[in-house]
């Protein structure tokens, strides 16, 4: 079965600094992998995915991930956070397309405060 | 181009009502997808639809259903009201339903159950 953990519920920076947010996954076999990001009253957007393709992915608004298979890991970077990047945000895993469907797998989010 | 589009935004009902929630995909989109986010929690699957027959089922009971219609449009509908539907009801669309695809998420229906 598949599965993701976020390892960390809040995470504060301040406006300038680097911003990590970290993803540990757990996949049967070889996973798509995506962040979403969730501003207030809104829904959610994709920010980038992996596909089995370049390990580093990059995103929009300077985000990337590296997918790293050994440590079963797809953490998310950006070198300088701004005060819009403040969300929340999702690291997902896809089921994968078994029995005719396709499902997304949530972690349960890390919410990043920007601080001036 | 239009994204993921759901009506209402915001819906208020009591206890033992139903409840209707509609979602129009992104147009040439075959595929919804309906996710349940309870406060503080990130989203569940609810159901996942194809060319109008559903392909996949969550974790929730049969109070949940839904349908989706010719022109790809889709309804959920949740009978018999508990406190805990309160949430945020996201729907999803995508072109098909292979791994790869990108799904696309409307803003959300917001419901309180009273």
């Known amino acids: 079965a598949q599965s993701v953990t976020q390892l960390d519920s809040h995470v504060s920076v301040s406006e300038g600094t680097p911003v990590l947010l970290r993803c540990n996954y757990s996949s049967s076999y070889s996973p798509s992998l995506f962040w979403y990001v969730q501003h207030p009253n809104k829904g959610l957007q994709l920010l980038l995915k992996y596909t089995s393709a370049a390990t580093l992915v990059k995103g929009i608004n300077g985000f990337e991930a590296e997918f790293k298979k050994s440590e079963t890991s797809f953490h998310l970077t950006k070198p300088s956070a701004h005060m819009s990047d403040a969300a929340e945000y999702f690291c997902?895993?896809?089921?994968?397309?078994?029995?005719?469907?396709?499902?997304?797998?949530f972690g349960a989010g890390t919410r990043l405060a920007v601080h001036p | 181009d239009a994204g993921v589009t759901q009506s209402p935004t915001h819906l208020i009902k009591t206890r033992g009502q139903h409840v209707t929630l509609r979602c129009s995909p992104i147009?040439?989109?075959?595929?919804v997808s309906w996710y349940q986010q309870v406060l503080g929690q990130g989203p569940q699957f609810i159901f996942q639809?194809?060319?109008?027959?559903?392909?996949g089922r969550g974790n929730f009971p049969d109070r949940f259903s839904a349908r989706q219609f010719p022109n790809y449009s889709s309804e959920l509908n949740v009978n018999a009201l508990l406190l805990g539907d309160s949430a945020l009801y996201l729907c999803a669309s995508s072109f098909d339903v292979g791994s790869e695809n990108i799904q696309y998420f409307g803003a959300g229906t917001r419901l309180s159950v009273l």
């Open positions: 997902v895993v896809t089921r994968g397309f078994s029995g005719g469907y396709n499902k997304l797998i």
């Open positions: 147009s040439g989109h075959k595929s």
């Open positions: 639809y194809y060319e109008k027959e559903e392909r």
